[in-house]
Structures are given as C-alpha cells and as structure tokens.
C-alpha cells in the first residue's frame, strides 16, 4: 500500500468519525428536547364563544380536543369532556382559550320540597340578559281586566324566585301585544327565553297561570344579598289606587 493510498484510508475515518459524531450530536439534541417536553396529554380548547352561565352539556361541540406537553398544562386545565356535565359557564368562555375548572361550576341544585318549572319570557319585556342561573327575581304578571270585564291590574305573583336554568333565545309569535307565544289572535314575531324556576306547588300554579292569561310576563332582579320579598300591599298595583 502506497502513500496515497494510506492518506485515502485515513480521510476516509476521519469522514465515517465526524458522521458519527454528527448523528450523536442530533440524537442528544432529540433527547434533550424531548426530556423538556416530557409526554403529552389531552386537553381542550375553545372552537367557539360561550356565554356566562350557560349550561355547557349541550356545547360540547365548543370544545375541540388539543395534545400538549403535562409539563406545560396548567393543573387547573379540563382533561376529560365529562367534568363539564351538570355544569354551566362561570364566566363568558372565549374562541382559543384552554378550558379550565375554575372557568366552570355546578348547576344550582334543586331544594328539596321544590319543583322546576319552566316558561317563555319575552326577550323584549323580560330578562334583558341581565338575569342568570342561581339568581333571585321577583316575577310580575300585567292583566288587561278586559276578558271579566275588570280594571287593568298589575301583581307580584312569586317573589324571590330562584333561576335554575337560562335558555338561548327562541322565536316565537306572539298574540297581538302579548308577552307570551300565541295561540289566537293577531300574530307578531318575537323572541323568548326559557327560564326555569325552583318553586314550591303554589308559586309554580301562579307562574303556569300568568304564562296562560296574563297580558305580560315580566321578571325583576333582586339584588344578591337584597331583601327578595314583597310586602302584602305592594303585591298588586292598579291606576287608581296611585293616588
């Protein structure tokens, strides 16, 4: 073996050394990133808005499932879709944001010895979006007087009134001027809320009878930690007697 030769081997050692050393240079770089990274796991992330106090067991389509390092995942982040059954939004929830336990809570729960009932309040004259799950409102029912031939009148007919649930707004028509959908009569597009209330037997025969025959059906907020209840002769209101 000549000289040549021999200079031609040793390159080529020194060739097969560096790429060697090379290929280990990248395989510890791979590994140091990855023991930063450390293994994924599932979250989710918001595809769409999602109101304040909104029931969330029917938008589950807002949430879109994402893989992203343990190590970087808040302990507060929603890992399983079913923490959010039974659950409504604490806080308006926003298109990109990571879903969190602390963005949710629990439905108020139903006392015992009181029913849920639900009925349409018109969007117009009613809520305002103003009223949420666990508030307390005082509900009034205008009536024309007109059908017993008596004086229009207006009456406190439930007061503090606990919510339990908030719909999504709902088309409607409505009777003539009416605050509630229509069964005869003129008809006039509008849109309702559905509200459910935790009531006991009687308060919830008095709102099932004003959704039926009262002109209007409306809902007033009481303040939290505000006196919720109406005295006996402030329940119902005439023109005349304001004198």
């Given at each position: 073996?000549?000289?040549r030769q021999r200079r031609g081997i040793i390159l080529l050692l020194l060739s097969v050394l560096c790429a060697v050393g090379a290929a280990a240079?990248?395989?510890?770089?791979?590994?140091?990133?990855?023991?930063?990274?450390?293994?994924?796991?599932?979250?989710?992330?918001?595809?769409?808005?999602?109101?304040?106090?909104?029931?969330?067991?029917?938008?589950?389509?807002?949430?879109?499932?994402?893989?992203?390092?343990?190590?970087?995942?808040?302990?507060?982040?929603?890992?399983?879709?079913?923490?959010?059954?039974?659950?409504?939004?604490?806080?308006?929830?926003?298109?990109?944001?990571?879903?969190?336990?602390?963005?949710?809570?629990?439905?108020?729960?139903?006392?015992?010895?009181?029913?849920?009932?639900?009925?349409?309040?018109?969007?117009?004259?009613?809520?305002?979006?103003?009223?949420?799950?666990?508030?307390?409102?005082?509900?009034?029912?205008?009536?024309?007087g007109k059908e017993q031939g008596a004086k229009p009148v207006s009456k406190v007919i439930v007061s503090g009134a606990q919510v339990m649930n908030?719909?999504?707004?709902?088309?409607?028509?409505?009777?003539?001027?009416?605050?509630?959908?229509?069964?005869?009569?003129?008809?006039?597009?509008?849109?309702?809320?559905?509200?459910?209330?935790?009531?006991?037997?009687?308060?919830?025969?008095?709102?099932?009878?004003?959704?039926?025959?009262?002109?209007?059906?409306?809902?007033?907020?009481?303040?939290?930690?505000?006196?919720?209840?109406?005295?006996?002769?402030?329940?119902?209101?005439?023109?005349?007697?304001?004198?």
């Amino acid at each position: 073996m000549n000289s040549r030769q021999r200079r031609g081997i040793i390159l080529l050692l020194l060739s097969v050394l560096c790429a060697v050393g090379a290929a280990a240079g990248v395989l510890a770089v791979i590994d140091d990133a990855e023991s930063k990274v450390g293994p994924e796991t599932t979250a989710y992330r918001l595809k769409s808005d999602v109101p304040a106090y909104r029931d969330l067991d029917g938008e589950t389509d807002a949430f879109e499932k994402v893989s992203m390092p343990r190590r970087w995942l808040p302990a507060t982040a929603v890992t399983d879709l079913a923490a959010v059954r039974g659950k409504i939004a604490v806080t308006p929830l926003h298109k990109g944001s990571l879903l969190q336990n602390d963005m949710i809570v629990a439905r108020p729960a139903l006392q015992p010895g009181k029913q849920e009932i639900a009925i349409m309040i018109d969007a117009a004259t009613g809520v305002a979006g103003k009223i949420d799950p666990g508030a307390r409102v005082n509900i009034y029912a205008t009536f024309d007087g007109k059908e017993q031939g008596a004086k229009p009148v207006s009456k406190v007919i439930v007061s503090g009134a606990q919510v339990m649930n908030v719909g999504k707004l709902t088309p409607f028509d409505r009777d003539g001027g009416s605050g509630r959908p229509a069964s005869t009569g003129t008809r006039q597009a509008g849109e309702a809320v559905p509200i459910t209330f935790a009531l006991d037997t009687k308060d919830a025969q008095r709102v099932a009878y004003a959704e039926s025959f009262a002109t209007h059906v409306r809902l007033a907020l009481v303040a939290p930690g505000g006196d919720d209840g109406v005295g006996s002769g402030d329940r119902t209101y005439t023109l005349d007697g304001d004198k």
